[in-house]
């Protein structure tokens, strides 16, 4: 029996089919912005879920293990809110 035999643009359409068929984890990607989006009140919901979701794709987009994925999204996610949030206001006598 004559098994068909496999070119690398078989390889490469394998790996495309299978990186174009990652279902982002809602569910878990919108508890995150619940969460976040209570401590930072001074951003709009829809920009918390935005930092939320992009930060998850960058870092699927850039791993290699995906198990922690999750956790890592929150807090590099956390990480830049708190950067971009604005400082206490000072009071100048």
Request: proline content about 8%.
């Amino acid at each position: 029996m004559n098994e068909p035999t496999r070119t690398d643009s078989d390889s490469i359409d394998s790996v495309a089919s299978t990186v174009s068929s990652w279902e982002v984890p809602v569910s878990e990607l919108d508890l995150i912005v619940d969460v976040l989006s209570a401590k930072f009140p001074g951003h709009t919901r829809a920009h918390v879920r935005d930092v939320v979701y992009e930060t998850h794709r960058r870092l699927y987009a850039a791993a290699r293990v995906r198990a922690h994925l999750i956790p890592l999204t929150l807090n590099l996610a956390r990480s830049e809110l708190d950067s971009r949030s604005p400082g206490p206001v000072s009071s100048r006598p």
